[in-house]
Structures are given as C-alpha cells and as structure tokens.
C-alpha cells in the first residue's frame, strides 16, 4: 500500500526502501485501515526524507510503528491524552447517524454544524430535531431523499454496495483519476535561489497558509507545523467550525495560529493575497469553483506568488457529477460501500467478529456501519502533507510552484482495490502508551502525548506551539 501510495503521489519506487514498517497487529475490520494508517503516515515521512536529500545530505531513513500509526488516526481529533485521564469521545451525537428509508435502505446525515441541519430541516419543512427528520426520511425512498437533500446544500449520503459504487458514474470516474493529480505553475522569470531545509527541522522558515476544515486538512497542516513550519489557518468570523466547541482550540490546532479573514469583507481579499505573496505553501478544501466564487482565481494567485505550492482536497473527487457535492469521512464510507461490506462481514461470523469497533463504539451490525477510525480522512491528511512535500522538493530543484488535486474518495477506493485482508492480532484503542517521555503545557492543562508514529532518522517531530481558539491571533505571519 505505500508502494501504491507513494507512486501516486508522483514518488520513486527506489525510495521505498529508505522505510521500515514494523509490528504484526491490525484494527479489526475487514479492510487493511492498519495498513493504510501506517503506509500514509510512512509516504509523509518519505517526503520528509527526500526533501532533506535536496541539501546534499543523504536522504535519512525512517520507521513506521503500524500500532502507533493506528492510535494516531483515533477519534477524538489529537494523539494527547490529559494526565488526569482519557479525553471523552466526540462521536456521541445524534446528529452523526443513520436514518431508516421507505425502501429498507440507510441514509447517513452529517449536520454536526447549525448550517447544515438547518438546511435538512428547511429540505424536509420539519423542527430541526433527529426524530422529525426520521420521520420524514422514514417515507421517502433512499435516493430520493439523497437528491432532495443534496440539492438543499445537505451532506448526506444514501448506503451502497461496492458493486454499486463501482457501476456508479462517480465511482468511475473516481477510478480513473490519479491519487494526486499535479500541476506545474508557470516557470519564475528571474529564477533565483531561494530557501532551502534544514536537515534537523527540515520546514524551518516555511509559511502554510491552512484554509481547510474538519479532519482531513488540519491534520495534514498539523504534520506540517511539526516539521517546523509556520501555519496560519484562516477562518470566517462567525463560521460554524469556529463559533462551536472546536473554535475553542483542539489538538487539530497544534503548532498553528488561528485568525479570521473574511474574503468578502472590503479588503479582505486583498489582505488574503497579501498573505498568499508571503506564504510558501497553501492549502485548502474548497470544493470545484467555490474559491474562484469568491473573487479567486489561479491567476490571482500566480501573480501574487508565482512559485506557490498549493494542495487541494475535495471530497468525492475531481470529476464526474458529484465533484461539487459535499462530504465528510463517513459520507465517503457510505456511499462507496464500505459501510456496507463492513457490516456483512460481521455477520458472516458474528461470534468473532461482533461487536464492531466504529469510531469508539462498540456497535451492532443491524445497519451498515463504519470503520474503526476515519481512516479516509486521516489516511488523505498525512498523503496531503506528503504532496505539500513533494511540491515543496519540486520547487527546490526547479524552482517552480504546483498545483495538487486530491480526494478522499480516491482513498476510499484504494482502500476498497487492496481488498478483504486476513484477520490479525487486534488493537485496540485507545493505546496506552507509549509516550512522549515529556510532559506538556497546553490550554487544558498538563497532557502527555502519544510517541510519534513515524521516526525520521535525526529529525524529530514535534510542535513549538498550544493550540489556540479561533480567532486568537491577527491574519499575518510572525514576521511580514
């Protein structure tokens, strides 16, 4: 899987061997969410190590724990755990579930955010509370809801089979896309030489500009940031994320600074492309068209950093007629079928593989359920941080910017191709132990942290800053 990984980011097959993976235990689940953790946490470290090669210095060698790289793709969001005892689980909400339709099928409705279940509660003309929507949804057929919620700015998805997803148009026009698409920006006039890593804090000096959400792109800013470089993650004022718990500052917020910046505001967007004309790296989770609906567009962006890396995600791909829809981890996993396939393995052998883990709850499989952690969402982060990597070496050797394009439904496909895997040694979450030997300040007092899953040889992974609540600091870098 790191081999299909780190080609599809565009790697040599020759650095493959520079990793070392070790241990002989797995999540339980049909599927190889252990292999995923550990082969995209290692094509992270891999781009690490070859961006370090880029100074002349051998490209150092690194290992991959398969069990610590299981533990840090746990929910809730962050490898810390308080000394006083274990964070408790965010998944305990009624607005993260499944819905019965007229047709004995699922629908799974994400509207953890006031936006999103206002929008279910307008679709469907019902108070915005779980057992009216149930009783709406109860009547209507699984892909009528679907469309009707997804054509109201919902995010919802409808179960399905992997066959289905596979004859679905989204599901191929997703197999036919690479796992990172790249694109080189336009070569410097006036090339010159510019920054280079240092081999023991290799993104020392490095500016990420972080407008992403939710799992999938913080993560992959938060490797960024231990790497050394500077994050600077903007949000709306008033935006459902920041007005919520997580504008209070979580472990996704580690080593970063939190600011608002709204682009419609009068200069805000010219403040943004101030900020892009000093930033190295930027990364972000605007679906197809929404950011050049906001006044941006790439040539705004070439002009004001000519040799910007920048990484894209989007959830249910780049092409095909769901590329503006929606989406979130478990959304991908229902619509692509592995929910599905999950809950029928169950059931072949309910004596030994019941109940399911799923996401920090012990679960029946009465419905089509998840996996045993957001493994599409963790496993995109850490290959989004790897392409940020990789533009970055390109940028030193070429001295060009890039464009990379990525999904998590791609992943959700990777994930589906490697196939039914044979039953391992279980772990289970979360882990206890072992630990960072240091104990650390941070807004909720002393925690202790989990040892990184991945170690480069000489260069040591961690962050210089808390995390902090949205807001806290001002929309400009440390030193403009």
């Known amino acids: 899987m790191l081999a299909t990984l780190w080609r599809g980011l565009g790697g040599a097959d020759g650095d493959l061997a520079r990793v070392t993976i070790t241990g002989d235990r797995a999540l339980p689940s049909p599927f190889a969410v252990t292999d995923l953790a550990a082969a995209s946490i290692g094509a992270a470290g891999l781009a690490v190590s070859e961006l370090i090669a880029t100074t002349g210095a051998p490209a150092p060698p690194l290992t991959v724990d398969r069990t610590m790289a299981s533990g840090w793709f746990r929910l809730p969001v962050g490898p810390s755990e308080r000394v006083a005892g274990p964070p408790k689980t965010v998944h305990a909400t009624p607005w993260m579930t499944e819905f019965?339709?007229?047709?004995?099928?699922?629908?799974?409705?994400?509207?953890?955010f006031p936006t999103l279940r206002r929008r279910v509660a307008e679709a469907l003309g019902v108070a915005p509370t779980p057992e009216a929507f149930a009783e709406v949804i109860r009547g209507g057929t699984a892909d009528a809801v679907e469309a009707q919620l997804i054509?109201?700015?919902?995010?919802?998805?409808?179960?399905r089979s992997i066959a289905e997803w596979r004859a679905h148009p989204q599901g191929q026009a997703v197999a036919q896309e690479p796992i990172r698409h790249f694109?080189?920006?336009?070569?410097?006039?006036?090339?010159?030489?510019?920054?280079?890593?240092?081999?023991?804090r290799p993104l020392a000096g490095i500016r990420v500009l972080d407008m992403t959400r939710v799992i999938a792109g913080p993560i992959a800013t938060r490797f960024l940031a231990s790497?050394?470089?500077?994050?600077?993650?903007?949000?709306?004022?008033?935006?459902?994320?920041?007005?919520?718990?997580?504008?209070?500052?979580?472990?996704?917020?580690?080593?970063?600074?939190?600011?608002?910046?709204?682009?419609?505001?009068?200069?805000?967007?010219?403040?943004?492309?101030?900020?892009?004309?000093?930033?190295?790296?930027?990364?972000?989770?605007?679906?197809?068209?929404?950011l050049e609906a906001l006044g941006i567009h790439r040539a705004m962006l070439d002009e004001a950093r000519p040799d910007l890396v920048e990484v894209r995600l989007n959830?249910?791909?780049?092409?095909?007629?769901?590329?503006?829809?929606?989406?979130?981890?478990?959304?991908?996993?229902f619509s692509t079928g592995i929910c599905d396939a999950t809950s029928a393995w169950a059931l072949e052998d309910p004596q030994h593989r019941l109940p399911l883990m799923v996401l920090g709850h012990a679960m029946d499989a009465s419905r089509p359920r998840h996996l045993p952690?957001?493994?599409?969402?963790?496993?995109?982060?850490?290959?989004?941080?790897?392409?940020?990597?990789?533009?970055?070496t390109h940028r030193v050797q070429t001295g060009r910017g890039s464009i990379a394009h990525l999904s998590l439904a791609k992943t959700a496909q990777i994930l589906i191709d490697t196939g039914f895997v044979a039953a391992q040694a279980p772990i289970t979450l979360p882990l206890d132990g072992p630990y960072d030997p240091l104990i650390r300040a941070s807004p909720r007092g002393a925690v202790r942290q989990l040892a990184q899953p991945v170690a480069i040889q000489g260069c040591p992974l961690?962050?210089?800053?808390p995390y902090e609540a949205a807001g806290a600091s001002a929309p400009v870098w440390s030193v403009e």
């Open 100 to 112: 019965a339709t007229a047709d004995g099928r699922w629908l799974r409705l994400q509207a953890t």
């Open 151 to 159: 054509a109201a700015g919902a995010a919802v998805a409808a179960n």
């Open 183 to 200: 694109d080189e920006r336009a070569p410097l006039a006036s090339p010159e030489r510019g920054w280079s890593p240092d081999p023991a």
């Open 227 to 290: 790497c050394g470089a500077e994050v600077l993650r903007l949000d709306v004022p008033g935006s459902d994320e920041s007005s919520g718990m997580m504008g209070q500052g979580s472990d996704l917020m580690l080593g970063k600074r939190w600011a608002f910046l709204d682009l419609r505001a009068p200069g805000g967007r010219d403040r943004f492309l101030e900020l892009v004309a000093k930033a190295d790296v930027l990364v972000h989770g605007y679906r197809p068209g929404s």
């Open 315 to 333: 959830a249910y791909g780049w092409t095909g007629p769901w590329r503006d829809r929606r989406g979130f981890d478990t959304l991908v996993q």
């Open 373 to 392: 952690v957001e493994a599409i969402d963790f496993g995109t982060a850490y290959q989004l941080a790897a392409a940020a990597l990789r533009g970055l």
């Open 462 to 465: 961690f962050w210089e800053r």
